[in-house]
T-cell receptor, first 116, second 114 residues
Framework: AQTVTQSQPEMSVQEAETVTLSCTYD???????LFWYKQPPSRQMILVIR??????QNATENRFSVNFQKAAKSFSLKISDSQLGDAAMYFC?????????????FGQGTRLTINP | DGGITQSPKYLFRKEGQNVTLSCEQN?????MYWYRQDPGQGLRLIYY???????QKGDIAEGYSVSREKKESFPLTVTSAQKNPTAFYLC?????????????FGPGTRLTVL
């Protein structure tokens, strides 16, 4: 079974600075997807970024980028120019690459605080 | 606008009662999912459905039941057999074939057992 581990329960960063959230996963599959979801105080789960395992290039979405190390099974999220609105719980999630309905396996989450 | 709705936002249940959480989507997605979120933990899968009239147990299905009579709807019933039902429940949906691989989430229902 796949597992996802987020080793940082809490992180804080000064506004406008850069922060990196860590995620490691365990799988025997070669085809899969990795995601970072954001859960603000409203508790709505919002997709931040997606990475396909077959792509060597790291995904980027504006101020958000990932460092995907497939051999090390590591998938960290970098947030540049942190903003107050980035404060939230961040969850790393894994999904098998098979077609059809596939569950997401979530990490425990990292609570990110932005200091003004 | 397309999206997923869940109702109610807050739900209170007395011990021994069954309660049903609603989930509706108008994204034309084939697959729907129910997750449970407890404090300090990530989401865990309760049930999922790939097509109408078909559903499978997830990792923590005991004490829950679902139905999928319409493509748009996937209600979750929390039965009295669920020992610790107080939690935040999230419904999600995705395309079954093709489309984006990520799941889209509803706003959630907070269930509290009194």
């Amino acid at each position: 079974a796949q597992t996802v581990t987020q080793s940082q329960p809490e992180m804080s960063v000064q506004e406008a600075e850069t922060v990196t959230l860590s995620c490691t996963y365990d799988t025997s599959e070669s085809d899969y997807y990795l995601f970072w979801y954001k859960q603000p105080p409203s508790r709505q789960m919002i997709l931040v970024i997606r990475q396909e395992a077959y792509k060597q290039q790291n995904a980027t979405e504006n101020r958000f980028s990932v460092n995907f190390q497939k051999a090390a099974k590591s998938f960290s999220l970098k947030i540049s120019d942190s903003q107050l609105g980035d404060a939230a719980m961040y969850f790393c999630a894994y999904r098998s690459g098979s077609q059809g309905a596939q569950k997401l396996v979530f990490g425990q989450g990292t609570r990110l605080t932005i200091n003004p | 606008d397309g999206g997923i709705t869940q109702s109610p936002k807050y739900l209170f249940r007395k011990e021994g009662q069954n309660v049903t959480l609603s989930c509706e989507q108008n994204l034309n997605h084939d697959a729907m999912y129910w997750y449970r979120q407890d404090p300090g933990q990530g989401l865990r899968l309760i049930y999922y459905s790939q097509i109408v009239n078909d559903f499978q147990k997830g990792d923590i299905a005991e004490g829950y039941s679902v139905s999928r009579e319409k493509k748009e709807s996937f209600p979750l019933t929390v039965t009295s057999a669920q020992k610790n039902p107080t939690a935040f429940y999230l419904c999600a949906s995705s395309k079954f074939w093709g489309g984006l691989p990520q799941q889209f989430f509803g706003p959630g229902t907070r269930l509290t057992v009194l």
